[in-house]
């Protein structure tokens, strides 16, 4: 699916960490030194922040929210939509959207959506908030994605142990001037290449077992191949949709699996200028739907010289379970993009 949606403006973006922090090298007593090394080699994570027992991802998309309320002065009266996105929900119902709503304060005539999608569901989430702007039903949505991936690991797997991390992020999508573009897609052919049976009601009489653990099965080789076949493909559609050429984006975000999808990715594009478009994981981790706005947050304000007034042509793309993958063109450079919270 490709399209252009008219007169849409992102107006902020927030993302908030939580405290904890897990460095990978405290974890060499445990998995041994080399198995620690390699994997920080391949990933390119040297930590993670690590929801408390108490935190969900609800609780971080709602502190990231708070602060864009705060820098925006938005009233909140004004919101009329909230689409959040996450695997990690406070509860099987009802609706997290809806629980947020009210921890926000904001109005009953706010339409509310859950998006059950990971790392690709930032993308998502955009589409359904323009989608609802343009619609007319909508003036102002807030789309708010996150991820507790540290309650679905198993502590006992290193290879997912030190790759996921958590955060939350919160954007706000207007009825504005500027033009959005989206390339989407879907593979369910393919379902099962990141699968978790044990959390629906496809294995119902299961979901009581006592050795249940909620970590989706996934093969790595098939996830890589997935992510840097289809990665530069809806990309590459997507700049066709816009008209524009690869080397005059200003900024791309690319969803942030580990360093080598990143630096594939790049290579792959065939990218001019591939600092702008970073891996910047190091101190956080893959955080599902977060990692595409963590990179637009975290990017600007601790790398050199960079100036988001200037981003008027940026990239955001991101794949992930569904299978499901896609890409969004925007204007950021009047967005407020505010620096993480715990960062």
């Known amino acids: 699916m490709k399209c252009l949606i008219d007169n849409i403006d992102i ?11 897990l460095e990978m090298s405290s974890l060499k007593p445990r998995f041994g030194e080399k198995a620690v090394d390699d994997t920080v080699k391949g990933s390119g994570i040297e930590r993670l922040h690590v929801a408390a027992d108490h935190e969900t991802t609800a609780d971080l998309c709602e502190r990231a929210a708070n602060k864009l309320f705060e820098a925006t002065k938005v009233d909140r009266s004004e919101i009329d939509g909230v689409v959040f996105v996450s695997q ?3 509860y099987f119902n009802p609706a997290t959207s809806c629980v947020l709503q009210g921890k926000l304060g904001l109005p009953e005539e706010c339409v509310c959506f859950d998006i059950s999608y990971g790392c690709s569901g930032y993308i998502y989430g955009m589409f ?3 989608v609802l702007i343009s619609s007319g039903a909508c003036k102002n949505v807030l789309v708010l994605a996150g991820d507790t991936n540290s309650k679905m690991v198993d502590k006992n797997k290193h290879s997912s142990l030190m790759v996921f991390g958590d955060a939350g992020s919160a954007t706000l999508v207007s009825k504005g001037k500027s033009c959005m573009g989206f390339h989407i897609c ?5 379902y099962k290449t990141v699968l978790n049976d044990r959390m629906g009601f496809r294995k119902f009489p299961e979901n009581s077992r006592t050795d249940y653990q909620p970590e989706p099965a996934m093969s790595g080789d098939d996830v890589f191949s997935f992510i840097v076949n289809v990665g530069p493909k809806t990309i590459k559609s997507l700049l066709e949709v ?3 050429d690869k080397d005059d984006v200003d900024f791309y975000s690319l969803h942030q699996a580990t360093k080598i999808t990143v630096d594939f990715m790049r290579k792959k594009l065939k990218l001019a200028h591939p600092e702008r478009a ?3 994981i190091q101190n956080y981790g893959n955080t599902g739907p977060t990692t595409v706005p963590m990179v637009l947050t975290d990017w600007p304000h601790r790398a050199e010289g960079i100036d988001t007034s200037t981003w008027h042509k940026v990239v955001m793309a991101a794949y992930g379970v569904g299978l499901s993958w896609g890409s969004v063109a925007c204007d950021l450079s009047n967005t407020l993009i505010l ?5």
């Open 186 to 190: 879907s593979d369910g052919y393919n």
């Open 128 to 130: 359904q908030a323009a």
């Open 11 to 21: 107006r902020c973006i927030a993302t908030c960490l939580p405290e904890g922090v």
């Open 88 to 90: 990690t929900m406070d």
């Open 242 to 244: 816009m008209g524009w």
């Open 278 to 280: 970073p891996f910047d």
């Open 339 to 343: 620096k993480p919270i715990n960062q």
